[in-house]
């Protein structure tokens, strides 16, 4: 399978514990990107990675939030002392950044989180 | 993009007959807008896409339309099949990120 996988697919934790989860995007795309999304809501931006550089966090990722993409492969999102707002699927998307990007992300299947 | 919240807008049409399903933006700015499908369990899937400068973008079995006017995107789906159920979304594509908008869930009656 040669998409882009996250693991674990569901996670299930107690409020003040840390998660992590991580993405393998499509090898060779150089763009990763996390996205949250709520039941019945839209996939909201949190963040993206060129190669392993970070260029830009949306104001939804909160201090208790990190994402790293030490090697420019995969990436892992670090959320410690979960609250239960933290409750969410987390999605992570790949591109290529070619000269004409069109905005076409090739998505996971996702990260459930549950916070008890 | 707008949040639905809990209630998704809904859409049910019969199996064979055509679906359009309408978006609202707000970014004039956005270079790209875009369709995604989102099926039970999965993530978002890229279905098709219209730059700012054009009204109009086939592909198979859909149609995206822009009126940028009113701010307003359409997709059409011709000959509905049940693998067509799914929630629908509008996004837009500029300053590197995508911005998704309000969904749709269309659902396929026999």
């Known amino acids: 399978d040669t998409g882009v996988s996250q693991d674990p697919r569901h996670k299930i934790t107690k409020r003040g514990q840390n998660v992590t989860f991580r993405c393998d995007p499509i090898s060779e795309h150089n763009r990763l990107y996390w996205y949250r999304q709520t039941l019945g809501q839209g996939p909201e931006f949190l963040t993206y990675?060129?190669?392993?550089?970070?260029?830009?966090k949306s104001r939804l990722l909160s201090d208790r939030f990190s994402a790293e993409r030490p090697k420019g492969s995969f990436s892992t999102l670090e959320i410690q002392r979960t609250e239960q707002g933290d409750s969410a699927m987390y999605l992570c998307a790949s591109s290529e950044a070619v000269r004409f990007n069109t905005g076409e992300l090739f998505f996971g299947e996702g990260s459930r989180l549950t916070v008890l | 993009g707008e949040s639905v919240g809990l209630h998704l807008p809904t859409l049910s049409v019969q199996e064979g007959d055509n679906s359009i399903i309408n978006c609202a933006y707000s970014n004039s700015a956005s270079d790209y807008f875009i369709w995604y499908k989102q099926e039970s369990g999965k993530g978002p899937q890229f279905i098709i896409d219209i730059r700012s400068n054009m009204d109009k973008r086939q592909g198979q079995r859909v149609t995206v339309l822009l009126n940028k006017t009113v701010k307003h995107l359409s997709l059409q789906i011709a000959a509905t099949q049940p693998g067509d159920s799914a929630v629908y979304f509008c996004a837009e594509y500029g300053a590197q990120k995508l911005v998704f908008g309000q969904g749709t869930r269309l659902t396929i009656n026999p």
């Open positions: 990675f060129q190669n392993e550089a970070q260029l830009e």
